[in-house]
Nanobody, 130 residues
Framework: QGQLVESGGDTVRPGGSLRLSCTAS????????IGWFRRAPGKGREGVSC????????YYADSVKGRFTIFRDNAKNTVYLEMHNLNSKDTAVYYC???????????????????????WGQGTQVTVSS
């Protein structure tokens, strides 16, 4: 049974940076599109960023564009979310999910928004507070 494990969440001050990891076990991420989603307290789930299986495309929500970067290291079976210039609105539990196929990144996020990912991780908490 494959699973995804997120890590790297922490409490940081506004303007700080974090790198989240999404590591797969029991299956290879090579053939999966990966998406990062987040849920802030009292709010609905929000798609943050997605990457296609071929690594040829990435997608970012407007709220994180220019501050977050998604990239994958297939040798480590891991997808990362590099986050900079964090603010209080970024406080949330961050989840990664995987969907098989060669969809472009925006489609990957669309599928994740519709809960059509095959696998989800348990989440990692990011808190931005002074």
């Amino acid at each position: 049974q494959g699973q995804l494990v997120e890590s790297g969440g922490d409490t940081v001050r506004p303007g700080g940076s974090l790198r989240l990891s999404c590591t797969a076990s029991g299956f290879s991420l090579d053939y999966y599109g990966i998406g990062w989603f987040r849920r802030a307290p009292g709010k609905g789930r929000e798609g943050v960023s997605c990457i296609s299986s071929s690594d040829s495309s990435t997608y970012y929500a407007d709220s994180v564009k220019g501050r977050f970067t998604i990239f994958r290291d297939n040798a480590k079976n891991t997808v990362y979310l590099e986050m900079h210039n964090l603010n209080s609105k970024d406080t949330a539990v961050y989840y990664c999910g995987a969907v098989p196929g060669t969809q472009d990144a925006q489609t990957v996020c669309f599928l994740g928004a519709g809960y059509q990912f095959d696998i989800w991780g348990q989440g990692t908490q990011v808190t931005v507070s002074s």
